[in-house]
């Protein structure tokens, strides 16, 4: 019978061990399936020989693996642990440990003992998995040719934003952008440039807000922003004015240049609305009084009137 269970520990594809209770798990007994697993032979980690098996735990997994542990054999239960391991060539290699503390008859904590089995494989579809399921959802909620979020999630955002305005007593602006003249560009030089176009002018209109604040490609050439607890109307003009500065400067593409200028359409919450849907229609009207305005500057709605404000007022008296 111990010829066979010899034969069972020493020829089994799973890693068995006894190790001692320290930090380097210095190991009193370790199969030679080590040796497939990581390239080093057993008698390496025997007494710490040559190397020791807390050597070889990837650094980020390391304080894990220690936490599952001394959780475990503080409440004498099994622990299990994923982890990854680094080979001899500098492989990572992704394990599942199960373990035990073996006690004393006065209960004192005298070794650890469990298997490692080698998990890689599965693994990698695990998180290859979850990258395509994170692009999946990426592609849902994020603009193609901005990179910004797309109505999809600007929609969820502001809905959200509105949910926690109501709750905190929090005001917020929404801005409707709508560049003047890009479908003119578009129809001259096609879409490949309409694109680089879209894609630098969203790079522009993102760099002008706090990343707190949320920036999104609603469709075509119209851009939304939420700028968060802000009720300061003579600070969201100021914003604007540097915005709409910063848009009109030209654009290179392909040895040519381009200038874009903007309309801007800008409601408050919660004075000028209190739905998502509303807000947003009563920043649009904004905007297409912008237009109206001669383009290139902005339209602060109110509950009787717009007031225009030109991009070029130093000053804005309210």
């Given at each position: ?36 697993l990581?390239g080093?032979?057993?008698t390496?980690?025997i ?17 894990k ?13 099994p ?29 004192v ?9 080698n ?31 797309n ?27 709508d ?10 030089y ?36 939420i ?24 654009h ?7 200038t ?26 904004a ?21 225009t ?10």
């Amino acid at each position: 019978m111990n010829s066979i269970f010899e034969g069972l520990i020493q020829n089994i594809p799973a890693i068995f061990y006894r190790c001692k209770c320290d930090q380097q798990w210095t190991m009193l007994f370790i199969n030679p399936a080590i040796e497939k697993l990581t390239g080093y032979p057993a008698t390496n980690f025997i007494s710490n020989s040559a190397r020791t098996y807390s050597s070889i735990i990837h650094p980020e997994d390391a304080q894990k693996v220690a936490s599952a542990v001394e959780v475990a054999t503080q409440s004498g239960e099994p622990w299990a642990v994923e982890y990854r391991v680094i080979t001899h060539n500098g492989e990572e290699r992704w394990v599942i440990e199960m373990g035990v503390g073996i006690f004393d008859d006065q209960g004192v904590l005298k070794y650890l003992e469990g298997f490692i089995q080698n998990i890689t494989e599965r693994k990698n579809i695990e998180l290859a998995l979850v990258a395509s399921e994170r692009q999946i959802r990426d592609m849902a909620f994020t603009d193609c040719v901005t990179g910004l979020a797309n109505r999809n999630l600007f929609t969820d955002r502001l809905d959200q934003m509105i949910l926690d305005s109501k709750r905190y007593h929090h005001e917020f602006a929404l801005l409707f952008i709508d560049l003047d003249g890009f479908k003119k560009i578009n129809d001259t030089y096609g879409h490949l440039v309409g694109d680089k176009l879209l894609a630098m002018t969203g790079e522009r209109i993102s760099a002008s807000f706090r990343d707190s604040d949320i920036v999104a490609r609603f469709g075509g050439d119209e851009f939304l922003v939420i700028v968060k607890n802000t009720g300061d109307v003579k600070a969201i003009a100021q914003v604007c004015g540097k915005l709409l500065k910063r848009l009109a400067e030209p654009h290179y593409i392909d040895d040519l240049e381009f200038t874009v200028t903007a309309s801007i359409g800008i409601a408050h919450y919660p004075c000028h609305a209190t739905s998502s849907s509303r807000l947003i229609q009563m920043a649009d009207k904004a905007m297409y009084k912008a237009k109206r305005a001669g383009r290139n500057c902005f339209v602060i709605c109110s509950e009787e009137q717009s007031e225009t404000y030109q991009e070029t007022n130093k000053v804005v008296d309210f």
